[in-house]
T-cell receptor
Framework: DAGITQSPRYKITETGRQVTLMCHQT?????MFWYRQDLGHGLRLIYY???????DKGEVPDGYVVSRSKTENFPLTLESATRSQTSVYFC????????????FGEGSRLTVL | AQSVSQHNHHVILSEAASLELGCNYS??????LFWYVQYPGQHLQLLLK??????LVKGIKGFEAEFIKSKFSFNLRKPSVQWSDTAEYFC????????????FGKGTRLSVIA
């Protein structure tokens, strides 16, 4: 089915471990985004990408790495997870950066112990 | 720095009451404005958006929002809420033609009670 899918949906890890959250979209949207959602902070942008091999930092990029070797995939890696990275992570995509609707995935809930 | 402010953290209403959720932004320049909704346990979905034309925009499920440029505001309204409107509502803004990504407010949780 067409859409945007995230995996895993739930993940528990330990401090210092590397974690990768996957995001895959089937619409061939140029733009993809990673947000984290935390109580009291709403959604904050971590990284975004305008096309394959083009990525840019958002508001809270520290501790995260992204790549975009293919248009449809936009993985987010936590190189050494910390407790402060416990959050719900949402991937989103759009074909129009300025006025287009963002289509969100179902979210990945990450707990760092 | 650009910011988006949502005045109410949590709003509790009875069914059939009218709703108004505030949103103000601090961007200088022409903006695009959005309201997204997140139902319990679900992902965000677009309610409505404004980028030009009539400042009163209508969205899905009976929601509307009014852009008041002089007040830097984009408040969300619904004349009569239903229990199914219980959700979290996010205002979001970006600069028109700025290639700036969406910035979201902190959200307002709406609880509708029977």
């Amino acid at each position: 089915d067409a859409g945007i899918t995230q995996s895993p949906r739930y993940k528990i890890t330990e401090t210092g471990r590397q974690v990768t959250l996957m995001c895959h979209q089937t619409w061939s949207h140029s733009y993809m985004f990673w947000y984290r959602q935390d109580l009291g902070h709403g959604l904050r942008l971590i990284y975004y990408s305008a096309a394959a091999d083009i990525t840019d930092k958002g508001e809270v990029p520290d501790g995260y790495v992204v790549s975009r070797s293919k248009t449809e995939n936009f993985p987010l890696t936590l190189e050494s997870a910390t407790r402060s990275q416990t959050s719900v992570y949402f991937c989103a995509s759009t074909s129009d950066f300025d006025t287009g609707e963002l289509f969100f995935g179902e979210g990945s809930r990450l707990t760092v112990l | 720095a650009q910011s988006v402010s949502q005045h109410n953290h949590h709003v509790i209403l009875s069914e059939a009451a009218s709703l108004e959720l505030g949103c103000n932004y601090s961007y200088g320049g022409t903006v695009n404005l959005f309201w997204y909704v997140q139902y319990p346990g679900q992902h965000l979905q677009l309610l409505l958006k404004y980028f030009s034309g009539d400042p009163l925009v209508k969205g899905i499920k009976g929601f509307e929002a009014e852009f008041i440029k002089s007040k830097f505001s984009f408040n969300l309204r619904k004349p009569s809420v239903q229990w199914s409107d219980t959700a979290e509502y996010f205002c979001a803004v970006n600069l028109n033609s700025g290639n700036t990504p969406l910035v979201f407010g902190k959200g307002t949780r709406l609880s509708v009670i029977a």
